[in-house]
């Protein structure tokens, strides 16, 4: 069964570029939502897509934004590179209605380097 | 809103010693708690959770956690450290909808 798998897992951007991850959540789930964490630092909630639509945001401009495919895989997209966008991306899967609990996986995220 | 404290970013232990790691949360509503351990340069994996139920939770790798409600913590304790628990540990939050608030994360040394 395979987990929540994430690609690129590593990338070198120069500001003001626009940078486009993706994620596969675990097999059965339908939730995905994306999380950075700075160096040092602990993740941070970007959004949360289900059913192909933004249901939740934490407090991230508008240089992010997502999308989710029938297929429940996902893209993080951010424009306009800063410096400070440099961190790790982590993607977390989960089901909407999980009858066992509230239960998130993560993937290996992907390491973003703004120069 | 939430919030979640983790007490000391750094914890060293000697192996065989307990392992006591600190969390506090604050939530306007009963939340799920979780741990998760990171190890150098991987994503997270989750170690246990607390949704409802029993308030000692047991979690892989010998780790265990208790839900005290009136003391609004979540502490990690291990009863004997392994040098391969030596990693970083956040403690998180949610209440139902699937979007974590963490803690600033604990880095566990554990000499032998």
């Known amino acids: 069964d395979a987990g929540v798998t994430q690609s690129p897992t590593h990338l070198i951007k120069t500001r003001g570029q626009q940078v486009t991850l993706r994620c596969s959540p675990k097999?059965?789930?339908?939730?995905v939502s994306w999380y950075q964490q700075a160096l040092g630092q602990g993740p941070q909630f970007i959004f949360q897509?289900?059913?192909?639509?933004?249901?939740q945001r934490g407090n991230f401009p508008d240089r992010f934004s997502g999308h989710q495919f029938p297929n429940y895989s996902s893209e993080l997209n951010v424009n306009a590179l800063l410096l400070g966008d440099s961190a790790l991306y982590l993607c977390?899967?989960?089901?909407?209605?999980?009858?066992?609990?509230?239960?998130?996986?993560f993937g290996e995220g992907s390491w973003l380097t703004v120069v | 809103a939430q919030s979640v404290t983790q007490l000391g970013s750094h914890v060293s232990v000697s192996e065989g010693a307990l392992v006591l790691l600190r969390c506090n949360y604050s939530s306007s509503v009963p939340p799920y708690l979780f741990w998760y351990v990171q190890y150098p340069n991987q994503g997270l994996q989750l170690l246990l959770k607390y949704t409802t139920g029993a308030t000692l939770v047991k979690g892989i790798n010998g780790f265990e956690a208790e839900f005290k409600k009136s003391e609004t913590s979540f502490h990690l304790t291990k009863p004997s450290a392994h040098m391969s628990d030596a990693a970083e540990y956040f403690c998180a939050s949610d209440t139902g909808r699937r979007a974590l608030t963490f803690g600033s994360g604990t880095r566990l040394q554990v000499q032998p």
């Open positions: 097999s059965g789930h339908d939730t």
């Open positions: 977390a899967s989960s089901l909407l209605t999980d009858p066992s609990g509230n239960t998130i996986y």
């Open positions: 897509y289900y059913e192909e639509e933004e249901r």
